[in-house]
């Protein structure tokens, strides 16, 4: 019986693959992703902590502009503190309404990646040529805005249409971060050429793990803790790629913010420190480039 099928990457079991390390000899790739979003009010999508009220809904519009107003400055505070890179998964709205955000990102040299325009819309729903140009309008603004065009894309909601990947090559992306298939990099094909797919976690993530299944805080603290223990040895014999996803107007709430800087602290601070390698999506793009064609599954050719 065959079932229906993306053709984007083949099945490939994690045991039988070839073995490479990161750079300087590093085996666990840690990155942080920064959601910075910003949506539109009284209309569209949008996460929400408690019930929303009938539109125009002020209470829940103002608890996610609570992110750009107040949480995203703790956390750039909290990863100067901890001296942690990070990538920034930034709606290009955020260029006209906060334009301050940008300063300190620039200044960190942090990595922007390309998430559409507002989360309060996603793209898996539009026409082609319409999402073409929705991808466009974002890597040009980004360039514009940021001096430097984004490599990496990571849509609102995670949406993707059956064409996101094709449109996504053609627009000049090097990789996407859509597809929580792997704890590896690995080769996906387009209609224009391999793009790779970095990890990007689904679990270790604040929005889901804490508005969907309504963990707390500190539920959070400790998935993050033993997903890093478990994967610093798993990673003795494959390197691996531990993602952290974090929303402002989540995890920079007061409360939230302490358990998170504990977890954090605790990989910072890990008898194993000196295998991890604290890195962005773009770097690890450009490792696994380098790589000897057939290390990683796919092939980039």
């Not at 984007?8 to 920064?34: C, E, F, H, T």
């Not at 922007?112 to 729903?125: D, K, L, S």
């Not at 999402?131 to 309008?137: F, G, K, M, S, T």
């Not at 391999?194 to 400790?222: C, G, K, W």
Request: aromatic share 10%; with cysteine.
């Amino acid at each position: 019986m065959k079932l229906p099928h993306h053709d984007r990457y083949d099945y490939s079991a994690l045991p039988r693959r070839a073995n490479y390390d990161w750079p300087g000899g590093k085996r666990l790739a840690v990155y942080l992703g920064i959601n910075i979003e910003h949506f539109a009010f009284g209309t569209g999508l949008g996460h929400a902590v408690s019930t929303e009220l009938p539109q125009p809904d002020p209470r829940t519009f103002s608890w996610r502009d609570y992110g750009n107003r107040v949480g995203v400055w703790r956390l750039f505070d909290l990863l100067d503190e901890l001296q942690l890179p990070a990538c920034h998964l930034v709606n290009t709205t955020i260029f006209d309404y906060a334009p301050e955000i940008l300063e300190p990102i620039k200044a960190r040299k942090d990595e922007i990646i390309g998430h559409g325009r507002t989360n309060a819309e996603r793209q898996g729903q539009m026409w082609e040529e319409d999402e073409a140009r929705l991808i466009a309008q974002v890597r040009d603004a980004i360039t514009k805005h940021s001096g430097r065009a984004p490599r990496g894309w990571m849509g609102p909601w995670m949406s993707q249409s059956r064409v996101t990947p094709d449109l996504l090559k053609e627009a000049g992306f090097d990789f996407l971060m859509d597809w929580p298939c792997d704890d590896q990099p690995i080769w996906m094909r387009t209609r224009s050429g391999p793009l790779m797919s970095v990890p990007y976690p689904l679990e270790i993530n604040d929005s889901p793990m804490m508005l969907v299944r309504h963990h707390t805080a500190v539920d959070f603290e400790q998935m993050i803790i033993d997903q890093f223990d478990e994967m610093i040895e798993q990673a003795e014999r494959q390197p691996l790629v531990c993602g952290i996803a974090l929303h402002t107007m989540i995890v920079g709430q007061p409360y939230r913010l302490r358990a998170l800087r504990r977890a954090l602290k605790h990989i910072v601070e890990h008898p194993k420190r000196e295998k991890v390698w604290f890195t962005r999506p773009g770097e690890i793009f450009d490792h696994c480039a380098s790589l000897k064609t057939g290390t990683m599954p796919g092939t980039k050719a």
